[in-house]
């Protein structure tokens, strides 16, 4: 009877270094997300840099990064894309959003021109493609994201299931304490502040805006019709689904790292690297104005690089090569409307009519549908 103990103990032994077995030679591998979070921020050799990860090359003495590649660096060049704490899962259908509190946004590092993208891996090259997904900056505001307005102007946040408000608010802020009333399902904000919020002090991602960073304010939500006070930190620099595409181009670097192309119409703003990892990019436009720092006001992040018309059809998508824009010149003119803190960027065309992106041809009054890209008309600026 002792036997069957000792048997079990060698079968697990067993499996153990098969799965070891394995993981060295590549053809299994572990979610990157862990590795991410606990490994170092920077360094200065790609010796020290962690399996699966994402880094930023910046070095303020040199544009050649050879050298750095071949040795230690003077300084901490490479700077870790980290990932921030995300309200989805592979089972939640919630528009992304990113929370990092505003003691640890300074980790995210800013790409500028001339910079490099690096990726390291010891079984994997992204040959199938690198995804991007770009978030909305809003700035610092309490934890929570996506609410919801009714037809009253009022903004609430909703439990599907009665347990929390998944998707809504992060838990690892004062916010977290509105999950005790999941079960009432919708939870109302009404005031910060002393403020009533209502469409000018929320963010077309349903964050609260205007806020001071790290100031405390009093929050008045409500339980059906009774109101119950809080104390909440304006301490979350919150980011929300903004557009997302694919990228096809790297290099090898003779080296342990190879370089992710950086396409040459990406826009200023925030890119979430193949679900591992943020970092910041500046272009030519703002890299002599940024001031720098994990948040910039006077900096526009959100300026969309995928376009759609009035109607949802794409229109323009460099990282596929669609450009309707070029077509539409004739009877059309385009339109930047701002209201409030939202923009509106779309293609009026006077002649109604569209082309077909695989024909190029058009018909009065009629319109594709495009289901292929998520429709995102207002972009807002925090």
């Known amino acids: 009877m002792k036997k069957k103990p000792l048997i079990i103990i060698l079968l697990a032994a067993g499996v153990l270094v098969f799965v070891f077995m394995l993981y ?3 053809i299994i591998t572990f979610d990157t997300y862990s590795a991410n979070n606990q490994t170092a921020t920077e360094a200065a050799s ?9 880094y930023v090359w910046h070095n303020e003495k040199s544009n050649d990064i050879t050298k750095d590649l071949n040795g230690t660096a003077d300084t901490n060049v490479f700077k870790l894309c980290p990932a921030g704490d995300v309200n989805w899962d592979d089972d939640t259908f919630v528009t992304h959003t990113l929370w990092f509190s505003s003691s640890n946004d300074s980790s995210i590092p800013t790409l500028y021109p001339g910079d490099k993208l690096l990726y390291i891996s010891a079984n994997k090259v992204p040959y199938e493609g690198i995804s991007w997904e770009r978030f909305s900056d809003y700035g610092y505001t309490i ?12 903004y609430r946040i909703l439990s599907s299931d009665g347990e929390d408000f998944h998707g809504y608010i992060y838990e690892k802020s004062d916010a977290n304490e509105l999950n005790r009333y999941a079960a009432v399902t919708n939870l109302f904000l ?7 919020i209502r469409d000018n002090s929320i963010s077309a991602g349903g964050t609260v805006i205007n806020l001071d960073k790290d100031k405390e304010y009093v929050c008045e939500w409500y339980t059906g019709t009774y109101y119950q006070d809080f104390k909440m930190k304006a301490n979350i620099h919150t980011f929300t689904h903004l557009e997302e595409f694919t990228t096809y181009d790297y290099e090898f670097l003779h080296s342990n790292v190879i370089e992710i192309t950086i396409p040459n119409w990406l826009k200023t703003g925030y890119y979430y690297i193949d679900s591992v ?22 900096v526009y992040w959100n300026d969309p690089i995928i376009l759609y018309d009035e ?3 794409l229109i323009y998508d460099p990282s596929t090569g669609v450009d309707k824009t070029k077509e539409q010149t004739s009877g059309s003119s385009s339109e930047r409307v701002e209201s409030g ?18 024909t190029g041809d058009g018909g009065a009054g009629e319109y594709e549908e495009n289901t292929d890209v998520e429709y995102s008309d207002f972009i807002s600026e925090p």
């Open 190 to 196: 009404d005031k910060v502040g002393g403020v009533a």
């Open 277 to 298: 990892g943020l970092f910041r990019y500046v272009s030519e436009d703002y890299a002599s104005s940024y001031n720098g720092k994990a948040y910039d006001s006077n």
């Open 46 to 54: 790609v010796d020290a840099l962690t399996n699966g990860c994402y």
């Open 311 to 313: 109607y949802g059809n």
């Open 341 to 358: 803190d939202s923009t509106e960027i779309y293609l009026k065309n006077d002649t109604d009519v569209v082309l077909d992106e695989d």
């Open 143 to 154: 934890g929570v994201a996506n609410m919801e307005g009714d037809s009253s102007g009022h």
């Open 24 to 26: 060295n030679a590549g």
